[in-house]
């Protein structure tokens, strides 16, 4: 029986996230794959990528992969990563495209002005180490995190750690390492499991069920992002 399964699209370092899991959990069998088969047999899945998203669905589909997802994302463990989050949603304004609409929400971009508290203009994408605002649901604070992901504005209050399993072991504002022009706005606030700032709050991880996503790359984010990696090889929902 194959543990963990790595789906193989095409898209992104898929090298770095089955080493991370494989230092995590050294006794599982894991492996990368682009045979639906394999990812339908898998006890768990991860669905990572890198690249534009037009891309990742064309590739997605002519692999013959998007049922296989799908299936996986509804029925065992599943951890999206970076594009492997956008995907999930119904729809990104890269491109112009749709997702695989399992959660309700669209994908957008930064603006094209972003500027620091000192006035400062950011890049665009959004690159390298940043803290990681996790949610303690059910809280207000979730409500406000929709709303900032939407209209921008405000301070989240993010002084408890998140309840979520993955979150177990991982301190608040730990620094996860980001590469991304696009975030996600969740329609449903209570999938909401984490905000980071870039400059305003964006939502970078969500949770429903079986399901867990996140913006950052927890492959390239050493102890935090190996912990978080950890977690979700034991996680049982």
């Given at each position: 029986m194959i543990d963990v399964a790595v789906v193989d699209y095409g898209m992104g370092n898929l090298r770095s996230v089955e080493q991370a899991l494989r230092k995590v959990a050294p006794n599982d069998k894991i492996i990368?794959?682009?045979?639906?088969?394999?990812?339908a047999n898998a006890r768990r899945v991860v669905f990572p990528g890198q690249g534009a998203m037009p891309?990742?669905?064309?590739?997605?589909?002519?692999?013959?992969?998007?049922?296989?997802?799908?299936?996986?994302?509804?029925?065992?463990?599943?951890?999206?990563?970076?594009?492997?989050?956008?995907?999930?949603?119904?729809?990104?304004?890269e491109g112009n495209v749709a997702g695989l609409g399992i959660l309700r929400g669209?994908?957008?971009?930064?603006?094209?002005?972003?500027?620091?508290?000192?006035?400062?203009?950011?890049?665009?994408?959004?690159?390298?180490?940043?803290?990681?605002?996790?949610?303690?649901?059910?809280?207000?604070?979730?409500?406000?995190?929709?709303?900032?992901s939407t209209a921008g504005g405000g301070k989240l209050d993010s002084g408890l750690a998140g309840t979520h399993p993955l979150w177990n072991g991982i301190g608040q504002n730990a620094r996860f390492y980001f590469v991304h022009s696009y975030y996600v706005r969740p329609q449903d606030a209570a999938l909401i499991q984490a905000t980071s700032d870039y400059p305003q709050p964006f939502v970078c991880a969500v949770a429903r069920d079986n399901l867990f996503g996140v913006q950052f790359h927890p492959e390239k984010s050493q102890t935090a992002g190996l912990k978080l990696l950890q977690n979700f090889v034991q996680w049982n929902p």
């Open positions: 990368v794959s682009d045979d639906a088969g394999v990812i891309d990742c669905m064309r590739e997605l589909e002519t692999r013959g992969l998007r049922n296989a997802v799908l299936e996986a994302a509804r029925n065992k463990p599943f951890l999206g990563i970076c594009i492997g989050l956008q995907m999930l949603f119904e729809h990104s304004t669209e994908v957008v971009r930064f603006a094209s002005d972003l500027r620091d508290a000192q006035g400062s203009r950011l890049k665009v994408p959004h690159m390298g180490w940043n803290r990681v605002h996790q949610i303690s649901t059910p809280r207000p604070e979730v409500e406000d995190a929709l709303a900032f």
